[in-house]
């Protein structure tokens, strides 16, 4: 695939195509390669905002994940 080759896929925030950013190869040492793609809104603006959009949500997740693994281990230790 060519760098800034668009897919069928709309950007979120504003609707425009998004272009192909990047790819790398995982290995794990074991079975086949995993290749990953990385797509984006071809507007640096609007990709950073989405970013930091996304960074949001994953910090939140964390810490409600975290929160709820305290509550497990603290009705663990009461039982």
Known sequence: MRKNQEIGTPCIRCGKTR????RWVDSSGRGEPITHETYGCPDLECR??????FEAKRQKRFAMESNRNSIRLAKKAQA
Request: charged share 30%; net charge negative.
């Open 19 to 22: 272009i192909f950013l990047k």
């Open 48 to 53: 950073a905002i989405v970013e930091a959009d």
